[in-house]
């Protein structure tokens, strides 16, 4: 009888996605300690680039479907305190007591979206989206160092795009309700953090990672361009020449940008492209606006 050999645990763990940092991060809310999840290398195979700059993946026969957003942010499996890496341990114990006195409204905030949750185990989809949700209501208040209001807005953007996933995957939870309403504050949050640097009031010449996706930062121009598709995709219809007006003030904004891109080698081609696209999709729908100004 042909006994049955083991395979060797090289090999189960290569079959693994993500692995336990070797780092103990001290949680500045709770002190709880832990390991923040990261993902391997050579586990995502990059697709298409949509128009809000997302990276799409495609799923590779091994690893399956994985979304690289899911593990950018850091949180605690105890408190669900979340930040991205460079902002976790960073702030004050004076947030950290604001934030520690919040844990329980935190918490049920996010479990009325989704449940279950939970972030002891390897993430899967729904903790990945839940995790943006957490770190917008952390980064409420932050001071202006933190660039609170872009990071919110990175957060909002990425959210809905992680609870459409979640959506095609469970359909029937309303998860696109959810995802809606954070492109919605995500629109909203983007203009905010342009208006709040022009104003010296939140520079975002703190920020180090424009994103908005994990594998490519677009700059400044990437925060101008998506300001732009977000209103134009999701801003409010009701007032229709409201609406018209915002999107001119886009427009010029976008206008802007291509000079910008014309004298610089430096300036990311595909942003470049994706907001030509978008202009000429502006232009249309405010030609009245146009003919008005050209008067």
Not at 15 to 44: D, I, M, N, W, Y
Not at 239 to 254: G, V, Y
């Amino acid at each position: 009888m042909a006994r049955t050999i083991a395979k060797p645990e090289k090999e189960e763990k290569e079959r693994k996605v993500t692995f336990q940092a070797k780092e103990e991060l001290q949680c500045p809310v709770c002190e709880s300690k832990f390991h923040r999840e990261e993902l391997f290398s050579g586990r995502v195979n990059a697709g298409n680039l949509t128009d809000e700059l997302h990276r799409t993946y495609i799923p590779m026969a091994q690893w399956g479907e994985i979304q690289p957003l899911v593990y950018e942010l850091s949180v605690c499996p105890s408190c669900w305190y979340a930040a991205y890496k460079p902002d976790f341990g960073a702030i004050s114990t004076k947030l950290a007591k604001t934030l520690s006195e919040s844990i329980a409204e935190r918490i049920e905030s996010v479990q009325r979206l989704v449940q279950p949750l939970d972030f002891t185990s390897p993430r899967g989809l729904a903790e990945g989206a839940a995790s943006y949700w957490l770190a917008m209501l952390c980064y409420e208040g932050l001071p202006k160092d933190f660039a609170p209001t872009f990071k919110q807005a990175l957060c909002a953007l990425r959210g809905a795009w992680l609870f459409s996933e979640l959506q095609a995957k469970r359909p029937g939870e309303n998860f696109d309700h959810v995802a809606a309403l954070l492109y919605r504050k995500a629109r909203f949050l983007y203009r905010s953090a342009i208006e709040l640097d022009q104003g010296g009031k939140e520079p975002l010449a703190v920020v180090k990672w424009f994103g908005p996706d994990s594998d490519k930062s677009y700059g400044f121009e990437g925060v101008i361009y998506l300001s732009g598709v977000l209103e134009y995709k999701y801003g409010p219809r009701q007032d229709l020449e409201k609406r018209e007006a915002t999107l001119a003030s886009s427009k010029r904004a976008i206008a802007k940008l291509f000079g910008l891109g014309k004298r610089s080698k430096n300036k990311p081609g595909p942003l470049l492209d994706k907001a030509r696209e978008l202009f000429d999709q502006i232009k249309a729908e405010t030609k009245g606006v146009e003919e008005e100004e050209e008067e």
